[in-house]
T-cell receptor, first 115, second 114 residues
């Protein structure tokens, strides 16, 4: 069965600093990987996804992530964090089948941005 | 509609009562998913619909949980004889038909069982 580990429960960064959120996955085949963001009182919003091809994927809001098969990782990065990026971030791996894609989520990383 | 909608947004019920949670997917999305977000378990998959059929019900935690989808659109998640451990946020997502479709999430229904 697939699993996702987000080792950092909380991260605090200063506005303007760079950010990297870690994600490690376990899956038997080529994974479908996702990063979602959840702001207080908001639903989950997709930041970016990786299915195949170029291992560096660009997403919305200036985020990017790099798929590293050898490390089973899909870390999320942003060069310069804005105060509005404060939210909870979830990494997920998809298990395609039956025409659908069941997502398994990590436990999330809560990002705090200091002004 | 513009996005996935869920109702009610909040539900408080007494232990032992039945509850129904509703999800309206994005128009034209044939795939529909239910997830649960709770403090103890994080975000977990419950059930997936393709049209009106449910190829994957593997995440339903017990036989007290059931779901249906009618007309390839609206879905209802029913929890019978609710227990306190059912308290959670229930999230619905929809996507276009194939496995590569992005899942768009609704705002969720926050369920509290007293």
């Amino acid at each position: 069965a697939q699993s996702v580990t987000q080792p950092d429960i909380h991260i605090t960064v200063s506005e303007g600093a760079s950010l990297e959120l870690r994600c490690n996955y376990s899956y038997g085949a080529t994974p479908y990987l996702f990063w979602y963001v959840q702001s207080p009182g908001q639903g989950l919003q997709l930041l970016l996804k990786y299915f195949s091809g170029d291992t560096l994927v660009q997403g919305i809001k200036g985020f990017e992530a790099e798929f590293k098969r050898s490390q089973s990782s899909f870390n999320l990065r942003k060069p310069s964090v804005h105060w509005s990026d404060a939210a909870e971030y979830f990494c997920a791996v998809g298990a395609p089948g039956g025409g659908g894609n069941k997502l398994t989520f990590g436990t999330g990383t809560q990002l705090k941005v200091e002004l | 509609g513009a996005g996935v909608s869920q109702s009610p947004s909040n539900k408080v019920t007494e232990k032992g009562k039945d509850v129904e949670l509703r999800c309206d997917p994005i128009s034209g999305h044939t795939a529909l998913y239910w997830y649960r977000q709770s403090l103890g378990q994080g975000l977990e998959f419950l059930i997936y619909f393709q049209g009106n059929s449910a190829p994957d019900k593997s995440g339903l935690p017990s036989d007290r949980f059931s779901a249906e989808r009618t007309g390839g659109s609206v879905s209802t998640l029913t929890i019978q004889r609710t227990q306190q451990e059912d308290s959670a946020v229930y999230l619905c997502a929809s996507s276009l038909q194939n496995e590569l479709g992005t899942q768009y999430f609704g705002p969720g229904t926050r369920l509290l069982v007293l």
